[in-house]
DNA sequence: ATGCCTTATTTCATAAGA
């Protein structure tokens, strides 16, 4: 099984990128985050015609997460028992989960809340989130069947997942508390799939669109796959696509390709 | 070369991203 997790910040506006990737690459299974795609305007149609069932959950302009899959996609569950709404808000929790079985790999895709700024009442809110999603996936994280939790996780879990240190004093996305809620997702038996660079030593997943900033490698790696033990054993390869960030148009998140032992021919012939 | 930000929407301006 090859399975990708990528932001691809509006999937309707990177249909066609995605579609021309998805072709050369030929993943099974696709973790999408930042869909920004109502459920009823996903593009099923485009990507059944490459052999992908979607499964979407959408907000409209801002969020969503969707799983492709064309190894079958069953028990799809949409966000996660106890998650939370925004600050101060009544209306229903953001569309920043999904979860979906996929030839007898537990999926789940996740669009971790930026945070904006550690004075932020979202900052509060993203740590909120990240120990609810802990507690969810307590379960399938220690369970014999093989579980991954990828997605952007708007956290980069060390220094080294940074261009530079100095340059993220007071931001988000390098705090204590943030990296502290990653660190308890693998305390509950999750291993952080190390993923190639195909160029430099590090393999960032995002770089700004401002100032030239992937040209100059000023990268962050805060999109992770997440595998519990039996996925973990299974892996044999781990890459970031940055090639994908090249181009006109690109989104500013590259995909990370993962690929499990498991042969599809042999899971679909089941 | 990979090239100086992009997206959808309450659209000719704004909020959000990280």
Request: hydrophobic share 45%.
């Given at each position: 099984?090859?399975?990708?997790?990528?932001?691809?910040?509006?999937?309707?506006?990177?249909?066609?990128?995605?579609?021309?990737?998805?072709?050369?690459?030929?993943?099974?299974?696709?973790?999408?985050?930042?869909?920004?795609?109502?459920?009823?305007?996903?593009?099923?149609?485009?990507?059944?015609?490459?052999?992908?069932?979607?499964?979407?959950?959408?907000?409209?302009?801002?969020?969503?997460?969707?799983?492709?899959?064309?190894?079958?996609?069953?028990?799809?569950?949409?966000?996660?028992?106890g998650i939370p709404s925004?600050?101060?808000?009544?209306?229903?929790?953001?569309?920043r989960a999904i979860a979906?079985?996929?030839?007898?790999?537990?999926?789940?895709?996740?669009?971790?809340?930026?945070?904006?700024?550690?004075?932020?009442?979202?900052?509060?809110?993203?740590?909120?989130?990240?120990?609810?999603?802990?507690?969810?996936?307590?379960?399938?994280?220690?369970?014999?069947?093989?579980?991954?939790?990828?997605?952007?996780?708007?956290?980069?879990?060390?220094?080294?997942?940074?261009?530079?240190?100095?340059?993220?004093?007071?931001?988000?996305?390098?705090?204590?508390?943030?990296?502290?809620?990653?660190?308890?997702?693998?305390?509950?038996?999750?291993?952080?799939?190390?993923?190639?660079?195909?160029?430099?030593?590090?393999?960032f997943t995002y770089w700004?669109?401002?100032?030239?900033?992937?040209?100059?490698?000023?990268?962050?790696?805060?999109?992770?796959?997440?595998?519990?033990?039996?996925?973990?054993?299974?892996?044999?390869?781990?890459?970031?696509?940055?090639?994908?960030?090249?181009?006109?148009?690109?989104?500013?998140?590259?995909?990370?390709?993962?690929?499990?032992?498991?042969?599809?021919?042999?899971?679909?012939?089941?």
């Amino acid at each position: 099984m090859r399975l990708v997790t990528w932001n691809v910040n509006s999937v309707s506006a990177r249909l066609p990128r995605l579609l021309a990737w998805l072709r050369v690459t030929g993943p099974d299974v696709v973790c999408l985050q930042e869909t920004k795609c109502p459920d009823a305007a996903f593009l099923r149609a485009e990507v059944a015609e490459l052999g992908y069932a979607a499964a979407v959950h959408g907000d409209g302009r801002w969020n969503g997460v969707a799983v492709l899959s064309r190894m079958g996609s069953s028990d799809i569950a949409v966000g996660f028992p106890g998650i939370p709404s925004i600050p101060d808000a009544e209306q229903p929790p953001e569309a920043r989960a999904i979860a979906a079985t996929c030839s007898g790999v537990r999926v789940m895709s996740v669009y971790v809340p930026n945070g904006r700024s550690p004075e932020d009442p979202h900052f509060a809110y993203k740590l909120r989130w990240l120990t609810a999603l802990r507690s969810a996936i307590e379960p399938e994280a220690a369970a014999e069947r093989p579980f991954v939790l990828a997605g952007d996780f708007n956290v980069a879990p060390t220094d080294a997942d940074v261009w530079d240190p100095a340059a993220f004093v007071g931001s988000t996305h390098v705090t204590p508390a943030e990296r502290g809620a990653v660190r308890a997702l693998l305390d509950a038996g999750l291993h952080d799939v190390p993923a190639r660079a195909l160029k430099y030593d590090t393999p960032f997943t995002y770089w700004d669109y401002r100032a030239g900033a992937f040209h100059q490698n000023l990268g962050m790696r805060i999109d992770l796959v997440l595998a519990n033990a039996a996925a973990y054993a299974d892996i044999t390869d781990a890459y970031v696509d940055r090639e994908a960030r090249k181009g006109r148009s690109p989104s500013d998140h590259a995909p990370v390709v993962v690929d499990l032992g498991r042969s599809s021919t042999v899971e679909l012939s089941r």
